[in-house]
T-cell receptor
Framework: GDSVTQMEGPVTLSEEAFLTINCTYT??????LFWYVQYPGEGLQLLLK?????DKGSNKGFEATYRKETTSFHLEKGSVQVSDSAVYFC???????????FGQGTRLTINP | DAGVIQSPRHEVTEMGQEVTLRCKPI?????LFWYRQTMMRGLELLIY????????DSGMPEDRFSAKMPNASFSTLKIQPSEPRDSAVYFC?????????????????FGPGTRLTVL
């Protein structure tokens, strides 16, 4: 079945550092790929998405590129801020489906 | 739009009691999802509805859990009787489906969650 694997956390960085959170997936069709973010005490929020190969999703300085050849959707940000501290979830929805398959989440802490 | 609304935000109950969690999805969304989040098991999909009809309840843990969607603007998740291992944060989410256009059809919007503690 479909699955998503994220790099294990927690990840701790200093402010202004470069961020990469790895995400790889397994799917039978042509999935849409998502990054969701969960701030403390809140629900998940969509951060960015990409619907086909080579698409780049971007939002709030975060970027991720849909790489079909490596089945990956790594999340990157050039300069992180303390306010980026949260749990990040990679997810996919297979073509025609409404269900999301989530990775296990990566907790990110940014120190000033 | 107010977003997905869940109530209560916090619930503390004793083992054996009935618990009802409530959700109001975003108006016009055709899909509604119930999730459970714990430290041990992460985020789990319990059940989802399309146009008020349950489509997949394979994630419902056992018969103590039931979910209903009597109309397009309201859903409940009931646990009867509750047990300490049911303690978790329960999220409701909705998505527009094809009514939202192809690019948005599968994007899910989450509510703030209900934190349930069963003593």
């Amino acid at each position: 079945g479909d699955s998503v694997t994220q790099m294990e956390g927690p990840v701790t960085l200093s402010e202004e550092a470069f961020l990469t959170i790895n995400c790889t997936y397994t799917a039978t069709g042509y999935p849409s790929l998502f990054w969701y973010v969960q701030y403390p005490g809140e629900g998940l929020q969509l951060l960015l998405k990409a619907t086909k190969a080579d698409d780049k999703g971007s939002n709030k300085g975060f970027e991720a590129t849909y790489r079909k050849e490596t089945t990956s959707f790594h999340l990157e940000k050039g300069s992180v801020q303390v306010s980026d501290s949260a749990v990040y979830f990679c997810a996919l929805s297979d073509q025609g489906a409404q269900k999301l398959v989530f990775g296990q989440g990566t907790r990110l802490t940014i120190n000033p | 739009d107010a977003g997905v609304i869940q109530s209560p935000r916090h619930e503390v109950t004793e083992m054996g009691q009935e618990v009802t969690l409530r959700c109001k999805p975003i108006s016009g969304h055709d899909y509604l999802f119930w999730y459970r989040q714990t430290m041990m098991r992460g985020l789990e999909l319990l059940i989802y509805f399309n146009n008020n009809v349950p489509i997949d309840d394979s994630g419902m843990p056992e018969d103590r859990f039931s979910a209903k969607m009597p109309n397009a603007s309201f859903s409940t998740l009931k646990i009867q009787p509750s047990e300490p291992r049911d303690s978790a944060v329960y999220f409701c989410a909705s998505s527009p489906g094809l009514a939202g256009g192809r690019s948005q059809s599968d994007t899910q919007y989450f509510g703030p969650g209900t934190r349930l503690t069963v003593l």
